[in-house]
DNA sequence: GTGGTCTAGACCACG
DNA sequence: GTGGTCTAGACCACG
């Protein structure tokens, strides 16, 4: 369900925190679910375990997951921590492009593209 | 006019481009405008001369500036280049985030509350 | 009498410890009182009767509990051992944080603090 | 000046979390100062470099200090964030001790001792 | 089996 | 030189 880009710049410790989160924020991973064990992970996605640790570690740092010795990782209390991820990302891009001198109905109409582009692929109303 | 945040994850390097970019979108620096010797800039940000001239080597490579041996830099012809600096960060993450369930409202939302706080800071019509 | 939190970074059987010295502290459990068996305790706290035996075997050793082959576990002579599982981990956090720079009026207002919650959740003089 | 207890059930990368607090929280590190290289503090204590870059990176993530590409790590802004390191397992400490039947004086007791222990040991008025 | 910690060693970008 | 990332492999506590 989580796919890594090891060409991009992004971390892939960063890549996999996306990821869990952008399941959580989709409602695929829900409240003490259980996410997948770092080391079935990193196998399925081909990379280390420390890896996925680093992630699963940061992760229960910023509150999104807790971990139970022996059992697993799990989803903790969903407070929008996870959205986070995206929309600080997402605002502090909006804040530099808007600074620069790109006009707000610029900004208006690339989220306006993006929405339709995603809504054609990815299908189901949002 | 430009500032560099030692502080931020991005390369100073980076953030002297956008710095040009964000002048030349807002029309400060305009085609054929002398933009600063990087041995002046580096004096100015009390930075590396080597960092100034790597950032003035990739705004050329992009078609951004030229420069003209023993004469200086200068802003190449306008054909929205320096806009995608900051257009397709911004594009991005409002992919990344839309997939990741942030819904398209709130992202108009975001954007909005961006420009308003913009609009007071800064001032002037756009 | 006593729960676990599963999310916690302190194990279940240090948990159990505290939670059984807790009771001979307040004075719920007394001198010889019989404590649950541990496969009923198990039972009820929903986890491993191995955990809890774990448990047990500590607070044996220990000192604040005795067992008796076919009859039980007891709760042995009351020698403050039972308070020190939590005076210690105090006094040690307290002499952590004065070192850090943490001033005496600080440490004291949160004790004062903590005790005043306490007294208004769990009622009763002390 | 920071000391390991390799002994200790605290993770070593803990260990430094809360000795480059302390010295924040002390007043002996100050805002932008600089605080060893990782390789430096790793020698010095004859531990892995990783393991120091794992402290580093979690002050970072807490916002306690922050660091600039081939220069090192800095100081941040103080704003009590280092000394919550301390305060709050104390407090839990606290809440832990007095739930479990230790009366305040007791306590008031202890952090009354640890002070005065501390301010033979250390010297200094504080 | 699970996560947590640590070591050893490598390579990279930045400056 | 500096921090950042990643791999490989080990050992541990918990349950």
Chains 1, 2, 3, 4 share one sequence.
Do not use: W
Not at 11 to 33: F, H, S, T
Not at 66 to 95: L, N, P, W
């Amino acid at each position: 369900m989580i796919t890594i880009d090891v060409t991009g710049r992004a971390p892939m410790y960063e890549q996999i925190c996306r990821g869990i989160c952008g399941e959580i924020a989709k409602g695929v991973l829900k409240e003490n679910d259980r996410i997948p064990a770092a080391r079935v992970l990193a196998k399925e996605l081909g990379i280390n375990p420390n890896t996925v640790a680093k992630a699963y570690g940061i992760l229960e740092r910023d509150g999104i997951i807790y971990s139970v010795a022996g059992k697993g990782c799990f989803v903790a209390k969903h407070e929008g921590k996870a959205d986070k991820r995206f929309t600080e990302g997402f605002e502090q891009k909006a804040r530099e492009a808007y600074a620069a001198g790109v006009p707000r109905e610029t900004l208006i109409e690339i989220v306006e593209r993006v929405c339709a582009e995603g809504r054609q692929n990815g299908g189901g109303e949002r």
